[in-house]
């Protein structure tokens, strides 16, 4: 049985619990939620069909064995600095932008057992993509249990720290990136004469079943992209709009941009 907290029960750390709760069953886990806005409290509450206690932030690390620290990196210290004062030990798992392990660590005390995440919300779905890294007092085991919370809704792969900023602007805000790529791509099929709800579908599946593809035959996209690229055909005359237009380079960018506002965010 996993006792699981939940400190900001926010987009991330509402998607984050809502698909544990469904990967691992409601039998598996009990749940013990804590936010400065009862609504959201509320709103998770009734998502879930487990166990579920709600409290202060110090109710719930006492009732937890695994507090997941979901509020904005701004929010973080005054929380971490509440949470020193509870007795006991918990593993802390943060899944908070760019702030570092020895901040946290810092804040909470230098004996608790901290791991530094970055999930992203297809989490709630059952395909998130997470990366974490272990603080100084984390053990094996506490690798461990992140992976198998984290591992639940998707891949999560422990990484040096110092590449979680990188793993924030690729993965952590990509699904936003590709939301508007998919938004787009409807709207070019509207452009074309379709309806919205069929271009958006197809828009969708498209991204799905590419991203699939990568996933599934191990191949290049290059070599990937070949295969759909005629000879004189439509997909070269799209393909030659994205190269005019920036596409690649934008996505490049917008990745070296997120991952410089991580590192901000974490910098004292
Ligand atoms: N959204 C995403 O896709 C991802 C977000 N993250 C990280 O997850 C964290 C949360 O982001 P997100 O879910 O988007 O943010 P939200 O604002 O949706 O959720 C955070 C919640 O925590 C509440 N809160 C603030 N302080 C406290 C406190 N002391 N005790 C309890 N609750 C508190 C907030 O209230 P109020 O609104 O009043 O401040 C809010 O309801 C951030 O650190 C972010 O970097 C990581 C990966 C992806
Ligand atoms: O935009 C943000 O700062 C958060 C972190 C990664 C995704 N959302």
Redesign the pocket.
């Known amino acids: 049985m996993l006792k699981l907290g939940l400190?900001?029960?926010?987009?991330?750390?509402g998607a984050l619990l809502r698909g544990v709760e469904k990967a691992l069953g409601k039998r598996e886990l009990t749940v013990a939620l804590?936010?400065?806005?009862p609504a959201?409290v509320d709103a998770l509450k009734k998502g879930l069909t487990c166990e579920v206690t709600t409290g202060t932030?110090s109710q719930v690390a006492l009732a937890s064995d695994v507090v997941l620290l979901?509020?904005?990196?701004g929010?973080m210290q005054?929380?971490c600095k509440e949470l020193a004062k509870v007795k006991g030990s918990r593993l802390y798992l943060s899944?908070?932008?760019g702030l570092k392990l020895a901040d946290l660590e810092s804040w909470l005390g230098s004996k608790q057992r901290v791991i530094r995440s970055?999930?992203?919300?297809p989490a709630l779905v059952g395909t998130g993509a997470a990366a974490f890294s272990k603080g100084t007092s984390a053990t094996i085991d506490d690798a461990v249990l992140a992976k198998k919370i984290l591992g639940a809704v998707g891949t999560a792969d422990e990484v040096s720290e110092k590449l979680l900023d990188a793993v924030t602007g690729l993965s952590?805000s990509g699904p936003a990136y590709v939301y508007t790529v998919i938004e787009a791509l409807a709207d070019g099929g509207v452009l074309m004469g379709l309806p919205r709800a069929t271009a958006l579908t197809l828009a969708a599946q498209t991204v799905a079943g590419a991203a699939q593809m990568v996933l599934e035959t191990g191949k290049h996209p290059a070599a990937l992209r070949d295969e759909v690229t005629s000879p004189g055909g439509t997909t070269i005359a799209g393909l030659e709009q994205l190269e005019a237009h920036g596409l690649r380079n934008s996505l490049i960018q917008a990745v070296r941009k997120a991952t410089e506002r991580s590192l901000q965010l974490g910098a004292k």
Do not use: E, F, Q, Y
């Open positions: 400190i900001g029960c926010g987009k991330m750390g804590s936010d400065v806005v959201a932030p979901a509020v904005k990196p929010d005054t929380l899944i908070a932008a970055m999930p992203n919300t952590g």
